[in-house]
C-alpha cells in the first residue's frame, strides 16, 4: 500500500511539473482557433449581405454573445462538478462538435431576407458556427480553473495563462490577413481548422489528465477561501468591459466603411483590442500606467481636429485606433487591478464577457435603430474621457471648481447655437470651426485640467453635429447596410446623397442667387453628362426600340438619366433604405423625370441577377459603398455570372473608382481569366465641384472584341496594362495587395 502511495505521488508531482507548459501550449492552442473562426466564417457568408460591414458587427456581436454562453458553462462545470466528471464532460462535447465540422455556411435558413438581416445573421451563425465556437469558447476560464486545482506553484494566481490566451488570439488575427487569406482557399481554412481543433481535443485530454491526477494531492485539495463577488464588483467588472467592447465595433464600422468589406480591415481593432489584455493583462504591465492615461486625451482631441486638419486617410485611421488601443489600455488595467481571487476566477470571466456582450450588442444592434447616424461613436469617446482617473480621482471640491463652470459654458454655447440656427450669419462655417477648432486644441493639452478636458469633449461633437447636421441643411438615414447623408451643399445649390466619403448622386435644386432651380434634371459629380460613365451609354449603340439597361447599385437614380428615354432599366439594389431615398421628389428627381417605369429588384445583386434569365444590352457594376468595396462582387463567380447576363455585343461597365485599393488590375486579371474584351478610362484632372465631372476609372468589357470598336484611344480608352495578379475567386481575395498597388503608385 505504501508502494503504491508513493507510486501515486510520484505520478502527480510529475504531473504537476507538465503542467504549466502543458497548459499554456492548450490555452494557446484553443484561442489560436477560437479566433480564426471569426474572419474566416465571416468571410464565408459576406458574398450572401452585399459584402456591408454591419455583418461583421454583427460577427462580433454574436460570438461576444457565444463566449458569454461558454464562460458560464465554464462556471458552472468547475462550480458543480468534480474535477473527473468536468474533464470528462467536456472531452464529450468537444468529440460531439466534430460532426458539425468542417465549417460552412448553412443553408438550413434560406436566402436572406429584405429586412431583419441582423436576426436571420444570428441565426445562420447559430446553425453554421454555434456548436464548433461553443466547444472552444469556455476553455480559457475552465483551463485556468482546472489549472489552479493542480497544486503548482502558481496555481494560486493562474492568470498568467490569460495572457498566453490573448497571445494565441492576436496570433491568429494576425496571421489571417498575411498569411492564411491570401495562401489558403476557404475550404482550405476550413480544413485546416478542423485538423487544428482534433490537435486541441488530444491537448485538452492531456491537460485535463495532469489534473486529475494532481487534484487528489493534499496540498490542491486544500480549499481557498474567497469571499463572494459584491454587486458593486459585479458592477464595476460589467461596465469596464462595455465601454472597450462597444468601441471596439464603433471603431470598426468606422474604419471598414471606408476601405472593404473584409476581414484584413476588421482584423485590425480586434487585434488591439486582444493585445491589451496581453499588456496589461499583469504583474507589471508592459505599458505604462501614466503613459496611456496621458495619451487618452490628447489622443481624443486629434479625433475632433480630424474633421478639419487631417485628409490623409492613413493618418487619420492612426488616430482613431490609436485612441481606441489607449481607451482599451486604460479599461483593461483597471479590469486587471480588481480582480479577485482566483477561486472567483471564472466569476470575474463571466461578469467581464456579459459587459463585453452588452457592448456590443449597443454598438451593434441597437445603435443602428437608435440614432440616424453614426452618435454612438462620439458618445463612446466622451464616455471614455467621462470615466478617465483623473475625472475618478478628483476631489469634490475639484470637481465643483471646474466642471460646474465649463459645463454652464458648454450648455450656454450649446443653446445660443440652437436657438440661433438658422441665422444669416452661421450660413457660414468658418465661425463655428474656429470654436470647435479652439475647443479640440484646448482638449490636446492647452492646460492641465483633466476635469475641463472630460467636458469640453462631448460639448465640441454636439458643435460638430451643429456643424454637420442642423446648420447647413444635412439629415441622416440609418440601415443595416449604412447611413446615408442628404445634404445641401455649396450655399443650397444641390441636394446631394452620400454613404461614409463617397457622393452617390447630386441633384441642382436651386439656383446661384437662392431662387428655386427650374431646368432640366442633369445627372452630376460621376454621373455628369460629360463625365466616363455616361461616355459609356453614349458610346452603347442606339436602338430606337429601346435598350435593356441593368445597373448595380441604384445611389440617387441619375445613371439612367444618361440613356435614352425609351431604354427599359432594371436596378439591382441591395438596400430598400436607398429605393425610398431615391423615389422620393422632394429629394431627388432622377427616377420620376429619366425612368419612372424603372424596376428595382432588391436583394444582393450576385442572388437576384442570378435568378434573372432576362439578358442585357448594357450591364452597370456602381455598387461600392463609401470606398469599401463587396469583394464578391469582383470574383470569378461574379465575371461569369455578368458574362451570362450579357446580349451579344452587350457592355458590361465597372465603376471602380476607389482612394485606397488599385483594382484595373484585378478587373483585368477576372477579364482574361473569363474571355472578356477589356478596356478602361481615367478621367482625373477635374474639378471636384458637384456640378462638374468627378475624377473616375472605369472599365468597360465585352463578349467580343467588335462591341468596344467605339472605345477608341484618341477618346481615352486604352487596354489595361499587365500585372502578375492572381486571379480573385468567393474563396480568394488580396485586398492587401490592392492597397499596396494604389499607396505605391502601381497602376
Known sequence: MHSAATSA????????????????????????????????????????????????SV???????????????????????????????????????????????????????????MFWLIGVFGLSVGLPFFAVAGNGPLLQAWFARTGHAQAGNPYFLYAASNLGSFAALLLYPVLFEITLRLPQQAFAWSAGFAALVALIATSGSITALTATAPQAAAKIEAPPLSVAQIAKYISLSFVPSALLVAVTSHISTDVASAPFIWIVPLALFLLTFVLIFRDRPLVPRALV????????????????????????????????????????????????????LTNFYLWMSFGGVLGGIFAGLLAPYLFSSILEYPILVSLVMLVHPAIRNASTAELKAQALPAAMASVFIIAVFYVTQGASYLKSELPLEILIVLASFMVIGAFRHNVIRAILIPTTFVLLAFHADTIFGSSFQRSFFGVYRISLNENGQFRVLSHGTTVHGAERVANADGSPYQGPVIPLTYYHPDGVLAETLHLLPANSAGRDIAIVGLGAGAQACNGQPQDRVTYFEIDGLVEKIARDPKLFTFMEKCSPGANVILGDARLTLADEAKTYDYLLLDAFSSDSIPVHLVTREAFKLYAARLKDNGLLVLHISNRHMELESVVAALAKDAGLAIKGKILSNNSLALADPYPSSVMVLSNTPEALSAFTTDKGWNAPAAHDVSVWTDDYSNIPAAIWRKYMGIN
Not at 474572419?39 to 464565408?44: G, I, L, N, S
Not at 458539425?100 to 429584405?114: K, T
Open 9 to 56: 505521488s510520484s505520478s502527480a508531482s510529475t504531473a504537476r511539473s507538465l503542467a504549466k507548459p502543458a497548459f499554456t501550449l492548450t490555452v494557446f492552442v484553443s484561442a489560436f482557433l477560437l479566433f480564426s473562426i471569426q474572419p474566416m466564417f465571416t468571410k464565408m457568408i459576406l458574398p450572401q449581405l452585399g459584402g456591408t460591414p454591419a455583418v461583421w
Open 59 to 117: 460577427a462580433m456581436v454574436f460570438f461576444q454573445g457565444l463566449l458569454l454562453l461558454g464562460y458560464l458553462y465554464a462556471h458552472l462545470s468547475t462550480t458543480y462538478l468534480s474535477t473527473r466528471v468536468a474533464v470528462g464532460l467536456h472531452l464529450l462535447l468537444l468529440l460531439a462538435t466534430f460532426v458539425a465540422l468542417p465549417i460552412s455556411v448553412s443553408s438550413g435558413l434560406g436566402r436572406p431576407p429584405i429586412e431583419g438581416q
Open 293 to 344: 492615461n496621458a495619451s487618452v486625451p490628447v489622443l481624443a482631441g486629434l479625433i475632433l481636429l480630424s474633421k478639419f486638419f487631417i485628409f490623409n486617410f492613413l493618418l487619420a485611421i492612426s488616430v482613431h485606433l490609436l485612441f481606441f488601443f489607449a481607451a482599451a489600455l486604460m479599461f483593461h488595467d483597471r479590469l486587471y487591478a480588481t480582480r479577485p481571487q482566483a477561486k472567483r
